[in-house]
């Protein structure tokens, strides 16, 4: 039986297949720079391991650190000061404060869901020293401030659990900060004094409050699988009104 190659053909047929096949390339270009996200990460502060801490070089992974004096914030074991371990958090936590300083920030940039809306909670403890420290906490969309809390603490020895600070995002990424205010705030205390920050997560929060927000991933697979289905379909309304007008 010999092939038919005409309008009611094959060759019909492998055009469709060669402009499927460049929709899907197109597809996976896109897959490889815009879909996987980059997740909140290391809220526990278990990466990289240290052994032995204080550890005044290390930052955690994902995270990045401003420290004026180069050796306020540090990366440390629960046993380093004798603090409550806590098996959920892991061994390790990052600190503030040490060598009497008061200044110092601890930040991460995170992707988002535009208009999405998330939860950010964190422990901390006031590890040596029995005087009172100060804290911030801010997301940020570049230089806009999302969402914003400060105060002073003197949970000594004893984790405190955060109210939670929630907040919406405006763009694709936003950056959360956590910065010692003991020095702005408490002037004169805390030179003998630092805390630790541990259990820090970020959570999307449905519009009923119980849900969770997907990830840019998600909504960018479904809106690009849409697109497919939409450019196969009209393919084929063409390919169907040429026939008729022929």
């Known amino acids: 039986m010999s092939q038919v190659s005409g309008e009611y053909g094959i060759q019909p047929y492998r055009r469709n297949l060669l402009n499927i096949s ?18 909140f ?23 990045v650190k401003v420290d004026p004096t180069g050796n306020g914030l540090f990366l440390e074991l ?35 869901l535009l208009g999405g809306n ?3 909670d964190f422990q901390y403890i006031v590890q040596q020293g029995n005087e009172s420290e100060a804290m911030k906490v801010e997301v940020l969309d570049g230089s806009t401030v999302l969402a914003s809390t400060q105060f002073t603490f003197s ?6 659990s955060a109210p939670t600070l929630n907040f919406t995002a405006t763009s694709g990424a936003a ?6 205010l003991t020095g702005a705030l408490l002037p004169g205390a805390g030179s003998d004094a630092n805390w630790a920050l541990d259990a ?22 479904v809106g690009l699988t849409t697109a497919a289905a939409l450019v196969w379909r009209r ?3 063409r390919s169907f009104v040429s026939r008729l007008a022929r």
């Open 155 to 160: 949970d000594r020895l004893a984790w405190a």
């Open 118 to 120: 998330y939860a950010v």
């Open 235 to 237: 393919m084929q309304r």
């Open 41 to 63: 990460q290391n809220g526990s502060f278990e990466n990289p391991v240290i052994s032995p801490g204080p550890d005044f070089s290390t930052v955690p992974t994902g995270w």
């Open 200 to 221: 820090v997560t970020v959570n999307g929060v449905g519009g009923d409050g119980t849900g969770s927000v997907p990830e840019p991933s998600t909504f960018g697979l």
């Open 175 to 180: 950056t959360l900060r956590f910065t010692d």
């Open 22 to 39: 460049r929709l899907m390339i197109a597809i996976g270009v896109l897959s490889g720079t815009t879909l996987f996200a980059s997740a």
């Open 78 to 112: 629960n046993t380093t000061f004798g603090i409550p371990f806590v098996a959920a958090n892991g061994s390790q936590m990052y600190g503030f404060g040490g060598n009497g300083a008061q200044t110092g920030s601890l930040s991460q940039t995170f992707d988002t």
